[in-house]
């Protein structure tokens, strides 16, 4: 993947100390976001160990992160995806993601399916412009409504 000098991608697994600073904020922000209703969401994103996970950094400092876990034989989930707010706006978001599919696509899946919510409109306008297609909600989201449910195809990545 090709980042600017000042962005250092690592691959890790979600016991990582930066990995979980990242997903503590993310937390935060997604109770701030959602307030009372985050509770429907919290119980689903709650991981076992996963050595699956992203760091990036931006001047040595931790600044996004995701993971991804398998889903079903040919599939996997995009999990804890976060850049800080100060971060941006520098395609770290897109790395990531970028970085997650491909890491995906070595260990022979075939798809990525993924979680967001509506009211989260960066996330949905990057999942959208990273070609994601809206599916019926999945698994613990089909009866929340305020949720929606994408996938990609990874044929082609490596």
């Not at 890790?12 to 990242?22: A, E, G, R, V, Y």
């Not at 503590?24 to 959602?34: A, G, T």
């Not at 307030?35 to 119980?43: H, I, K, S």
């Not at 990531?96 to 399916?113: M, P």
Request: net charge negative; charged share 25%.
């Amino acid at each position: 993947m090709n980042l600017s000098p000042d962005i250092r991608l690592k691959r890790t697994n979600n016991t990582d100390p930066d990995f979980n600073s990242l997903v503590s904020l993310l937390d935060k922000f997604l109770q701030e976001l959602n307030g009372e209703a985050q509770a429907d969401y919290t119980p689903h994103n709650k991981l076992d160990y996963l050595d699956t996970a992203v760091v990036i950094y931006l001047n040595d400092k931790p600044v996004g992160c995701g993971c991804f876990k398998q889903y079903n034989d040919d599939s996997v989930e995009i999990k804890r995806m976060f850049v800080s707010p100060t971060a941006r706006g520098n395609g770290i978001a897109s790395g990531i993601l970028k970085e997650l599919e491909l890491w995906a696509a070595e260990k022979g899946f075939k798809y990525t399916v993924l979680e967001t919510l509506k009211t989260n409109t960066e996330a949905v306008n990057l999942y959208n412009k990273q070609n994601y297609k809206v599916i019926d909600n999945y698994g613990p989201y089909i009866t929340l409504t305020n949720s929606v449910c994408l996938r990609k195809e990874l044929q082609g990545i490596v």
